[in-house]
């Protein structure tokens, strides 16, 4: 059946029902009584169906206007509390809503999340607090953070974790480096030439070492950082190769670096949203994550 009413007879039909007249609800509803009417008919034409008996003294509902008025009254009450959540949020002069970020998921998601979040709504400041995943996951649970991203390994069992996308560790290098040609790269490869390593700080060197824990480079690394965005700068300064997480590669053609798979082990990691078990968030927060989770997810790399 096609819609051919809307919300203002909606409304209408709910104004009889509670003043008892259409004089009455044509004054609550502030038109007059014969547009009022034209609204019931428009309704009732739309439905085939009678809503109301009419009297010279009263008016009351049919039997199928008793069965349609919780219906109505459903979704007028849904819209009236999406409508003041939607005010809430634009309305808001002094909000802020905090998303904790692993600074390789800040760097993929938030520049794109942010930019659309301010077009949205101006008035409402974002802070984001960019730092390992133990501290994410720290914010999280005490509630400086509203929410974060981050990936699932060991996570507080206050936390709920919501799946974002699957990515695997890649090879940065730059353009001019041996192995920068190749379709893919095994990890002893990799590893006969000077790489820089995440230091044990870093939630990445956690998973690195599990999932390699029976491969023993030949060499040490050069140098070893605490965050992925400093090894890629160490890379484009020339000074070695770094495993690190594709969304932490540039997503469109960079002059200097590119990323080539890792095999030999294939290693992958699981980013998502990191939530406070039994926590609500605020209507500011959850278009934030609305923007994060609607994100399309992208490859990186050429």
């Not at 509203?146 to 709920?160: K, M, N, Q, R, Y």
């Not at 670096?257 to 609500?280: F, H, M, S, W």
Request: with cysteine; aromatic share 6%.
């Amino acid at each position: 059946m096609s819609i051919n009413f809307d919300l203002d007879d909606l409304q209408a039909f709910r104004a009889v029902v509670e003043k008892g007249s259409f004089r009455k609800a044509a004054e609550a509803v502030k038109i007059t009584q014969p547009a009022l009417s034209r609204r019931i008919e428009k309704l009732e034409s739309a439905l085939n169906v009678r809503l109301f008996e009419r009297t010279t003294r009263k008016v009351s509902l049919t039997p199928v206007g008793r069965a349609f008025l919780p219906e109505v009254e459903r979704v007028l009450d849904h819209l009236d509390s999406a409508l003041m959540s939607i005010a809430e949020v634009a309305s808001s002069r002094t909000e802020r809503v905090t998303i904790a970020c692993v600074p390789s998921a800040a760097y993929y998601f938030m520049p794109q999340v942010v930019s659309e979040f301010h077009r949205l709504y101006p008035r409402i400041k974002i802070m984001v607090l960019d730092s390992s995943a133990n501290d994410v996951n720290a914010a999280v649970a005490s509630g400086e953070a509203d929410f974060g991203v981050s990936f699932s390994a060991h996570l507080d069992p206050g936390l709920t974790f919501e799946l974002l996308l699957e990515e695997r560790y890649v090879m940065a290098c730059r353009r001019d480096h041996p192995l920068a040609d190749r379709p893919s790269v095994t990890w002893s490869q990799m590893y006969e030439h000077d790489y820089i390593s995440l230091d044990k700080t870093s939630g990445n060197r956690l998973i690195l070492s599990q999932a390699l824990k029976r491969l023993h480079p030949t060499r040490q690394s050069i140098c070893e950082t605490r965050h992925v965005t400093t090894a890629i700068g160490l890379v484009e300064a020339g000074l070695g190769v770094a495993a690190v997480p594709s969304i932490a590669m540039p997503r469109t053609h960079h002059p200097l670096l590119t990323a080539v798979p890792l095999e030999e082990p294939q290693v992958v990691r699981n980013v998502g949203l990191i939530k406070c078990r039994g926590r609500a968030l605020t209507p500011a927060a959850l278009e934030l994550e609305r923007l994060v989770r609607d994100m399309p997810v992208q490859s990186a790399g050429d």
